[in-house]
């Protein structure tokens, strides 16, 4: 789980970056509902992560 809660985060970051147009070369690029969707995803697998590193111990 927190594996795929860092995988969340992670992609949410891309997403937030081409959103707002740093990473270019995709149809996301540049799109205000991927610079909404990013941090929002972020936020998702950080609480994740953090859920089940504490539920670990």
Do not use: C, D, N, Y
Request: net charge positive; no cysteine; glycine share 20%.
């Amino acid at each position: 789980m927190i594996g795929l809660g860092a995988l969340l985060g992670l992609m949410g970051a891309v997403w937030t970056l081409q959103g707002v147009g740093v990473l270019g070369g995709s149809v996301m690029s540049g799109e205000l509902t991927w610079a909404i969707i990013g941090p929002i995803v972020v936020i998702a697998g950080v609480a994740l992560a953090v859920w089940a590193a504490r539920r670990k111990t």
